[in-house]
């Protein structure tokens, strides 16, 4: 296992469309994150799920967002109906968590989206 | 937000000792310190994590505080490769919530 992968590493796009990215995790981690990076700032959390339910959302996953965690494994987040202000990249990340508190995260590369 | 403040940028020379300090006054008594760092263009990197005693690992030693509102993360010889964007997170068992983290440069 080679750590957290995501595809693609970059996506451009007219806006309007709509766009699926895919995560990876580690094979045994049970928690998976969505992060939001735009430029000069730090990763900003937009969901997590442990398994296969999604725990939290924040405020910034508006409806056009959706994630999902089909039999716990990989992950995927879409966007639909892109706006430009969308273009960021997007990191995911895994751990190991239950009851107690995290293991250290991982994370992938990220996918980087430019809405045009 | 985030539950921690780190200063912006700070520098240090090649080869010696980074130190970047982490307020966290308001953590909770169960809440983890945990240390990443981004090379640009690339996805967050672990370093370490801890609790209240100190930690070492290959990558650098965390130091925190007895009243445990403070932390700070040494890299005991930096190297160029040491150029990033340096975060310090609390959480217990949820998500991460980064800060704007601290830039540091190493300096030849």
């Known amino acids: 296992d080679t750590g957290v992968s995501q595809d693609p590493r970059h996506k451009i796009t007219k806006r309007g469309q709509n766009v699926t990215f895919r995560c990876d995790p580690i094979?045994?981690?049970?928690?998976l994150y969505w992060y939001r990076q735009t430029l000069g700032q730090g990763p900003e959390f937009l969901t997590y799920?442990?398994?296969?339910?999604?725990?939290?959302k924040s405020r910034l996953l508006s409806d056009r967002f959706s994630a999902e965690r089909p039999k716990g494994s990989f992950s995927t987040l879409e966007i639909q109906r892109t706006e430009q202000g969308d273009s960021a990249m997007y990191l995911c990340?895994?751990?190991?968590?239950?009851?107690?508190?995290?293991?250290?995260?991982?994370f992938g590369q990220g996918t980087r989206l430019t809405v045009v | 937000d985030a539950k921690t403040t780190q200063p912006p940028s700070m520098d240090c020379a090649e080869g010696r000792a980074a130190n970047l300090p982490c307020n966290h006054s308001?953590?909770?008594?169960?809440?983890?310190v945990y240390w990443y760092r981004q090379i640009h263009s690339q996805g967050p990197q672990y370093i370490i994590h801890?609790?209240?005693n100190n930690e070492t690992n290959e990558m650098a030693s965390l130091i925190i505080t007895e009243d445990r509102k403070s932390s700070t993360l040494i890299l005991p010889h930096a190297t160029l490769r040491d150029t990033a964007v340096y975060y310090c997170?609390?959480?217990?068992?949820?998500?991460?919530?980064f800060g704007p983290g601290t830039r540091l440069s190493v300096l030849p």
């Open positions: 990340a895994s751990s190991w968590g239950d009851r107690g508190p995290n293991t250290e995260a991982f």
């Open positions: 094979s045994e981690h049970n928690r």
């Open positions: 799920f442990q398994n296969e339910a999604q725990l939290e």
């Open positions: 308001t953590i909770s008594g169960n809440e983890y």
């Open positions: 801890g609790l209240k």
């Open positions: 997170i609390v959480s217990y068992g949820q998500n991460f919530v």
